[in-house]
């Protein structure tokens, strides 16, 4: 296999010649912000709506690449050719880099600017598509806004980590947090929906304004499914006929179960479908548009 190529600070390197200083901020202190667009078949999805959060969290952090929207779409595109992918997971991350002094003064910079396209990555694996994922209720809460906005894509990410290590090790596939008063967040990749009585609903505060998130709310209307956002307790999702989580990372992912209970036990009689029938029209409105070319921007250059 070809040696991927990456682009690092306005150069194409292959990988083994792609580096970042150690002194980096952001690997010695997670001050940095990313973002994350897939291609399939040939077409970046909502390119322009993933570079605008990501300068919104530029504009927030005050890191100052000298990279435009238009520089940073370029180059995200010109990564996928030079690896040649049709279907592909693209980071493109910003740093604080590296400092000017041995004490960091964080506003004399010169940011490091990276993307890295990979082959398509799902979230789950074949099984956990097919039947639906476990999730467990974590331990941890998510961040704050008092904290850390998780409106944030930052890359300081230990916190998600440690909640996965968790999970992992507890036998789950994934893992919801919940906010500090108690309500249903989101997990350390995807945004959760659950569908109660033929409503789509999904926590709306305290989380990462998910792309495929506005997506699904999106398609909803299409299908004229009506959607709210609410505050939701795990006592909500125990009860939901369906629950699905979702993201850049493939889509929905239904979830048949959440801390032991089975998920739309009691939506009607016997073992509950799994991906639910809300799920299942939802998701494959999503990949029918995706292969249309749908809010899509094509790789080829003509
Ligand atoms: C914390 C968190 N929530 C939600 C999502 C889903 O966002 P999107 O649909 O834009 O991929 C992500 C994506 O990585 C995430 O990190």
């Known amino acids: 296999m070809a040696e991927p190529i990456l ?46 959060r990501f300068f919104q969290s530029l504009q927030a952090t005050g890191i100052r690449p ?26 493109f991350i910003a740093t604080r880099g590296v400092p000017q002094g041995i004490i960091a003064d964080p506003r004399h910079h010169e940011a490091t600017t990276i993307v890295w396209a990979a082959p398509y990555i799902f979230l789950a694996d074949d099984e956990g598509r097919r039947r639906g994922i476990r999730l467990m209720l974590s331990s941890l809460r998510g961040f704050t806004p008092d904290t850390l906005d998780p409106r944030y894509k930052s890359l300081d990410r230990l916190h998600f980590q440690l909640a996965r290590l968790e999970a992992v090790d507890a036998g789950y596939d994934d893992l919801l947090w919940l906010t500090r ?13 659950m569908v109660t009585g033929g409503t789509l609903v999904t926590p709306g505060r305290e989380i990462l304004r998910g792309i495929t998130r506005q997506t699904f709310i999106e398609l909803a209307a299409e299908l004229d499914i009506p959607v709210r956002e609410a505050d939701l307790t795990p006592y909500d999702l125990f009860n939901a006929d ?47 548009k995706r292969e249309a070319g749908w809010h899509g921007t094509a790789i080829s250059a003509g």
């Not at 690092?8 to 994350?36: K, M, T």
């Open 7 to 52: 682009f690092v600070n306005g150069e194409y390197r292959p990988l083994s010649q792609a580096s970042v200083s150690v002194l980096d901020q952001g690997f010695l202190l997670g001050d940095g912000i990313f973002d994350v667009v897939s291609a399939w078949q040939g077409h970046v999805f909502k390119l322009d709506q993933h570079v605008d």
């Open 66 to 91: 000298r990279l435009t929207k238009g520089d940073w779409k370029e180059a995200i595109l010109e990564t996928v050719r030079r690896n040649d992918l049709q279907d592909a997971s693209i980071r």
């Open 181 to 193: 008063d108690g309500y249903v967040a989101e997990g350390p990749a995807s945004n959760v929906f």
């Open 242 to 288: 369906e629950v699905f989580t979702c993201s850049t990372a493939g889509g929905a992912l239904a979830v048949r179960e959440i801390a032991g209970r089975t998920i739309g036990a009691n939506a009607g009689a016997g073992t509950p479908q799994v991906p639910g029938p809300i799920t299942r029209a939802l998701d494959e409105l999503y990949w029918r």
